[in-house]
């Protein structure tokens, strides 16, 4: 079998509309300047005591922007077609609603570890009372000294 063109070796054939983006290198520095600055203002953010909450959504934007950066500039989608950023921005969405619904029951979490203690030990028993740890003295010194069966030889 013949192919229709002799130079094609294989390489993936581009429409008449495909043009090839070339990203100029002030472009990089830059993206790579903003990135350095946003990693300086996530460790910053991460000595800063704001709360649970707040740190946990600094940390998140600051992160969701670091990687809107890195889609618009390394991926190209800021000069490609605007259904691949359409395509992004609806991931990113979609992922802040998996995670605000993960974090619903973080309030709760560790509420209810002051009762653990009255948990039975064997799961296999659950009606059983939960016991003493053992004393690390041995039950034969425990035991009285002439508590001895009447009989038995020591």
């Known amino acids: 079998m013949a192919h229709a063109d002799p130079h094609d070796h294989g390489h993936h054939s581009h429409g008449p509309d495909h043009v090839p983006h070339v990203t100029p290198l002030p472009i990089y520095l830059k993206t790579f300047a903003t990135l350095v600055v946003l990693t300086v203002i996530t460790v910053g953010a991460s000595y800063i005591n704001l709360g649970t909450s707040v ?4 940390a998140l934007i600051i992160a969701t922007t670091k990687a809107c950066v890195v889609a618009a500039f390394f991926m190209h989608l800021a000069s490609d077609h605007k259904f691949h950023t359409a395509v992004f921005a609806s991931s990113i969405v979609f992922l802040g609603i998996f995670v605000a619904f993960t974090m619903f029951d973080t309030s709760a979490r560790g509420q209810f570890d002051a ?13 059983a009372k939960a016991t ?15 508590a001895t069966k009447a009989g038995a030889k020591p």
């Open 115 to 127: 009762q653990k203690k009255n948990r039975p030990a064997q799961m296999t028993d659950p009606f």
């Open 55 to 58: 740190n946990l959504a600094l």
């Open 132 to 146: 003493a740890a053992p004393s690390a003295a041995p039950a034969a010194a425990a035991a009285p000294a002439g």
